[in-house]
Structures are given as structure tokens and as C-alpha cells.
């Protein structure tokens, strides 16, 4: 299975693998937050929250002056703050950072809030060490037992100049060749594609899999459908019916490895799509340039 030829991931390598041994296929998962209730609610936010096997994913609705505290954080996390009118403020033990809309942030482990300074929507990235927020998530019963084929994560080395709050902008202009808007941590990989407009011309369609690895696609605006293909192996009771979910704005998809899967934006206006990884991909980081923070976070080659 290929990519059409503008697609700058068709030269990456193949991640299919031999799928005739799988003993079990791993089930992918919808949180629709416009359908659903908050798994927390106050008076200044209101925070959906769902899982992968390594990743938490925490999309807040907040007010002016919410506070979104984490206490004792094991691992690095990505703050995303989309609206471009927003602004935030990332207090840790050593910072107190101001951070304006448009932007993706590493916050360091450990003790850390984050202030909004109007009412906005506010997205928090984790690893699944952050048990609490794991235990909530409206997906959690699926991941009570491990998920097939997902390999563990293994942290990168640490970056170069200490863990400190980093921001960066989401205004990254286009370059050809180059796949996305690409940051990672130690533990974890946000790609912030372009905003697309209208529907997804039909005959440029990219379907493709993952070997060992789930991919959380974030719908922020828009609506796409997810179109999911199970293999057919040797064993006839692992195969499984073709799925079209059909996921608005704001919702999370978690789509399970070895799935032929693409995503097909429908909306007549702006789709916008984040795709999360938990580790990061090898396969993005060995592309020259796709990474935009790479120097920040060197590969797992330096350990």
C-alpha cells in the first residue's frame, strides 16, 4: 500500500509487517466530546478526557483564570493552545512563563499549572503515567487489560539543555517536502497538520498502518470520517467488518496498529486534525527537517 506521489510520507519506509500470526487485533475507540458529558466539571473548566495504551489526551473547555494544575508529573506533556487569541501563563517550580495563543508547549515534569487569561480551549497531551487522568478516561474499560501490538514506551535522551518550558508557535509556513508540523518530547509526538479546507478530494486518499504503534487523531474543527480495514489472517475469527466513523469537532479517535486506516475530512469549511504518538515515530524523526524541535531532542541513536 502506497501514498499518491504528493504525499510527502510515501518515500517512508513500509510499516505493514506479516500480519498471519497476530493472535488478536486491538479495538479502536471514539470520544465524541460535543455528545458527551466532562469527566470533569467546575465552575471555570469543563475537561474531556481519553486514552491510548501510552497517552492521555485532555481537551478543556476553560474560563478566564482556570487554573489546570498537575501535581508530581512523571513525564514531560504537550500544552496545546490553538486559539491564536488566547493567552496562558505556565507556572513550574523554576518558571513562570508567558505563553501567548497559537502555540504548542512542553511543560517539564513535575509540578505545574496552567492559567488562561480568557476563556479559550486549552489541550493537555500526557503519557499514560499520568494515572489519574488515565483512570478517567471515557475509553479507560478498553485498556484494562494491555492493547495488542502496542510496544511500550521508552523515553529518548533527556534534552541537551535541561527540561524547562519551551513553547513554539503553530504559524510554521509550508516547505515542500516536509510532512506536517512535527514536535516531540522524550515520550511523545504531536503533529498539527495544516488546516484543510472543504472536503478531501476522493481520488487522493492515503491509506496505510502502523506496525506497533496507536495513533490518537484529534479533531479540533470540521469533521472527518475514519475509515478503518482489518487484515484478514489465517485466523477467520479475528476478521472484522470495514468501519466509517463519522467524528466532528471536537472529538478523539484512537485508531489501534496494523489497521489500514485514513481519515477523510467533510466539512465545507476549516478541518483541522492533530495526530498523536506515543513514542515518538522513528520513522518522522529519520526525515531530514520534519521535526521542527529535533536539535532540542536528540534521537534515541544518542543514548
Given at each position: 500500500?502506497?501514498?499518491?506521489?504528493?504525499?510527502?510520507?510515501?518515500?517512508?519506509?513500509?510499516?505493514?509487517?506479516?500480519?498471519?500470526?497476530?493472535?488478536?487485533?486491538g479495538d479502536a475507540s471514539y470520544a465524541k466530546y460535543y455528545e458527551t458529558q466532562p469527566q470533569v466539571a467546575s465552575e471555570s473548566e469543563q475537561t474531556w478526557v481519553a486514552r491510548g495504551q501510552n497517552f492521555v489526551v485532555a481537551y478543556s473547555e476553560v474560563k478566564a483564570g482556570a487554573s489546570l494544575e498537575r501535581q508530581g508529573e512523571a513525564d514531560e506533556y504537550f500544552l496545546l493552545v490553538p486559539d491564536p487569541e488566547a493567552a496562558v501563563q505556565v507556572v513550574t517550580r523554576d518558571e513562570n512563563a508567558d505563553v501567548g495563543g497559537g502555540s504548542v508547549v512542553i511543560v517539564p515534569p513535575g509540578d505545574s499549572s496552567v492559567v488562561s487569561m480568557i476563556a479559550t480551549v486549552?489541550?493537555?497531551?500526557?503519557?499514560?503515567?499520568?494515572?489519574?487522568?488515565?483512570?478517567?478516561?471515557?475509553?479507560a474499560p478498553i485498556y484494562a487489560t494491555d492493547a495488542p501490538n502496542v510496544a511500550p514506551v521508552v523515553a529518548w535522551p533527556e534534552p541537551p539543555g535541561g527540561y524547562r518550558v519551551r513553547p513554539y508557535s503553530l504559524d510554521v509556513p509550508e516547505t515542500e517536502g516536509r510532512f506536517g508540523r512535527?514536535?516531540?518530547s522524550r515520550c511523545l509526538m504531536v503533529n498539527y497538520s495544516a488546516p484543510r479546507h472543504g472536503p478531501r478530494d476522493v481520488q487522493r486518499m492515503s491509506p496505510h498502518t502502523h506496525h506497533d504503534f496507536e495513533q490518537g487523531s484529534l479533531c479540533l474543527s470540521g469533521t472527518f470520517v475514519h475509515h478503518l480495514r482489518w487484515p484478514w489472517g489465517t485466523d477467520q475469527r479475528l476478521w472484522r467488518e470495514d468501519t466509517h466513523e463519522i467524528c466532528a469537532g471536537p472529538s478523539l479517535a484512537v485508531i489501534p496498529p496494523l489497521v489500514l486506516h485514513t481519515s477523510q475530512q467533510c466539512g465545507t469549511g476549516i478541518n483541522q486534525l492533530v495526530d498523536l504518538f506515543a513514542p515518538p515515530r522513528l520513522d518522522f524523526s529519520a526525515q531530514d527537517g520534519w521535526v521542527l524541535n529535533a536539535a532540542e531532542y536528540p534521537g534515541p541513536e544518542a543514548s
Open positions: 500500500m502506497s501514498f499518491v506521489s504528493s504525499d510527502p510520507r510515501a518515500r517512508l519506509a513500509s510499516l505493514g509487517g506479516d500480519t498471519h500470526q497476530i493472535s488478536a487485533y486549552l489541550v493537555r497531551f500526557l503519557t499514560a503515567r499520568a494515572a489519574d487522568l488515565a483512570a478517567l478516561a471515557s475509553n512535527i514536535w516531540r
